[in-house]
């Protein structure tokens, strides 16, 4: 996978439509569980929405995996990095989530009875997953902001340069 993008790192580029994505599909998810109206407005919105964040999240690891290449090894990188691969199971399980969860829809609107205590079940289920991707997500971008920003004057904690 390539690097940069018209000079500009590819990984951060990347991370960014990860980062927005991913939260999105969660509570567009969230709501398909818990809000019938929202259901019969959102339709396949939070199923295509968690399906473009999870093929977001390989892409995510391999442009940083070919950025860790360039840069120098810390351990805040290593966090960063350790956390990242912990995110596809996550997303796998968002995904298919709101796959069944769909589908379970869309046989009930269709004439199809679907017992109430899968629907439910599969409703607990998405939003753990929701939750457990936004918790990971969030995780990831902390230390990632710390491997990048740490050392560097602009840190918060970093004392601020005399003039």
């Known amino acids: 996978m390539p690097n940069d993008f018209n000079g500009l790192p590819l990984h951060p580029l990347v991370v960014h439509a990860t980062v927005v994505i991913i939260p999105l ?3 567009t ?9 929202f259901r019969a407005w959102a339709g ?22 070919t950025l860790e290449k ?4 810390s351990a805040l990188l290593e966090r960063h990095t350790q956390l990242a691969d912990g995110l596809l199971p996550w997303m796998i399980g968002l995904f298919v989530f ?4 769909y589908a379970l ?17 599969v409703a607990v289920l998405a939003i753990v997953a929701s939750a457990g991707t936004s918790v990971q997500v969030a ?18 904690s970093s004392p601020k340069p005399s003039d």
């Open 25 to 27: 599909a969660a509570v």
């Open 29 to 37: 998810v969230i709501l398909f569980a818990l809000w019938p109206r």
């Open 44 to 65: 396949p919105l939070p199923m295509v929405l968690s399906l473009v964040g999870l093929v977001l999240v390989p892409l995510s690891t391999s442009t940083g995996e």
């Open 70 to 73: 360039h840069t120098a090894k």
């Open 98 to 101: 709101s796959l069944v969860g």
């Open 105 to 121: 829809y869309r046989r009930s609107i269709s004439g199809h009875s679907v017992a109430r205590a899968l629907t439910a079940g």
């Open 139 to 156: 995780r990831i971008g902390h230390a990632g902001a710390k491997a990048a920003w740490d050392d560097t004057n602009m840190s918060p």
